[in-house]
């Protein structure tokens, strides 16, 4: 079955970049999603991005795809405090109704 | 506003009892899914739903059930069945591409 896997913590300091990786195994994936989580809440989409790209960039956020190795990765630019939060990353190999496989998450602490 | 609400923000229960937990989304959206996160954890899927009268169990379905009457609504009940229910439920719903969640219901068992 799916699988997506991420490390568990990341340390940076404010003004920083930070990056947070992710690896999936499904070769058919079609649609990968970062979500960010604040203590509390629920899950927030940052940005995705279509298998047939390389990278993505919105504002502060880039998103790199290695087709090849099954790795995904998210950098957040500045890294302020308000960043702080959990990152999961998520995979789906179609769009509308399948389902969505996510990762462990990855909790980013920002030091000011 | 267009969203996904989710209904209480925070639930109690006696052991051997069942809730239900309320989702509600004025999205459009055809496919909702329950997922359950356990703290340090990640989601884990327990039902989706892709249409009206249709669902299909995730990876820990055991213990829940759901309903799907209308596309708005996708209600799931935690049953006594269920050994460890307490954890955070998040509701989702789907459109084509993005994946959007509700804000959450923390279900505590005393």
């Known amino acids: 079955g799916e699988d997506v896997e991420q490390s568990l913590f990341l340390s940076v300091r404010e003004g920083d970049s930070s990056v947070i990786n992710c690896t999936y195994t499904d070769s058919s994936s079609t649609y990968l999603y970062w979500y960010k989580q604040e203590p509390g809440a629920g899950l927030q989409l940052l940005t995705y991005i279509f298998s047939n790209m390389d990278m993505k960039q919105d504002q502060r956020l880039t998103v790199l795809l290695n087709k090849k190795d099954k790795h995904l990765s998210l950098r957040i630019a500045d890294t302020q405090t308000g960043d702080s939060a959990i990152y999961f990353c998520?995979?789906?190999?179609?769009?509308?109704?399948?389902?969505?496989?996510f990762g462990t998450g990855t909790k980013l602490q920002v030091i000011p | 506003d267009g969203g996904i609400t989710q209904s209480p923000k925070y639930l109690f229960r006696k052991e051997g009892q069942n809730v239900t937990l309320s989702c509600e989304q004025n999205?459009?959206?055809?496919?909702m899914y329950w997922y359950r996160q356990d703290p340090g954890q990640g989601l884990r899927l327990i039902y989706y739903s892709q249409i009206v009268n249709d669902f299909q169990k995730g990876d820990i379905a055991e213990g829940y059930s759901v309903s799907r009457e209308k596309k708005e609504s996708f209600p799931l009940t935690v049953t006594s069945a269920q050994k460890n229910p307490t954890a955070f439920y998040l509701c989702a719903s789907r459109g084509w591409d993005e994946q959007f969640f509700g804000p959450g219901t923390r279900l505590t068992v005393l």
């Open positions: 999205l459009n959206h055809d496919a």
């Open positions: 998520a995979e789906s190999d179609s769009g509308g109704y399948q389902k969505v496989t």
